[in-house]
């Protein structure tokens, strides 16, 4: 992939059409939205929501995985983007977004020697084996397709309530500080279904 016809391409035109708002941006940002989303390269975070440069502050990982808060000398990607994003940033909104044909939610159902190459990616998605083990007490049977659907659906349930392990996000969700979203973004059709508390639902989103 040879990237410099994109550069240039991206300098003579985004970023003219957009220069002001790149010249205020240059000393500072000011994101209004933690995103939180898989590596995935279909997930485009800022096309989905229709963001400009400034507006998310965007952590990605396979499965969209929130790690559960601990008190750690080791060195946590995740969870330091989050504490920046929330400590100092002051975001007023996270997202997480979990999306249609997730990689990391079907690895959940492999044998664990098909994943024997790529164990740190094996160790990292323990995280969201509890959404597989209450899933497969929902449904029993064949259906991939439900499966797939309600793995990964659980699994952003699941990262929505480890959000809520981290102490100042807590306090900032009761002070209504913070509002903290759950999404299922469907590739194949750009549809995108938000986590209804009431109902404890997926709803479609944005229509
Ligand atoms: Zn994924």
Redesign the pocket.
């Known amino acids: 992939m040879d990237y410099s016809h994109s550069v240039k391409k991206f300098r003579l035109t985004d970023f003219e059409d957009k220069r002001k708002h790149f010249e205020n941006l240059g000393r500072r940002q000011n994101p209004h939205t933690l995103f939180i989303g898989?590596?995935?390269s279909r997930?485009v975070p800022s096309l989905i929501t229709q963001s400009a440069p400034g507006e998310l502050f965007i952590v990605r990982n396979?499965?969209?995985i929130v790690p559960p808060y601990r008190d750690s000398v080791e060195f946590l990607s995740t969870t330091a983007a989050i504490e920046y994003a929330v400590q100092i940033l002051n975001v007023k909104t996270i997202i997480v977004c979990g999306?249609s044909n997730?990689?990391?939610?079907a690895a959940l159902y492999q044998d664990s020697y098909e994943l024997e190459k790529i164990p740190h990616t094996r160790r990292w998605l323990e995280l969201a084996l509890p959404a597989k083990e209450r899933v497969m007490k929902m449904i029993s049977g064949t259906d991939h397709a439900a499966r797939e659907w309600l793995t990964e659906q659980m699994n952003v349930v699941d990262q929505l309530n480890q959000l809520m392990t981290y102490p100042y996000i807590k306090e900032r969700v009761d002070d209504s500080q913070i509002k903290i979203l759950g999404w299922h973004y469907l590739i194949p059709t750009g549809d995108i279904y938000q986590y209804e508390d009431d109902s404890g639902q997926f709803e479609l989103f944005g229509t």
């Open positions: 898989c590596s995935d997930v396979i499965a969209n999306h997730c990689g990391g939610c």
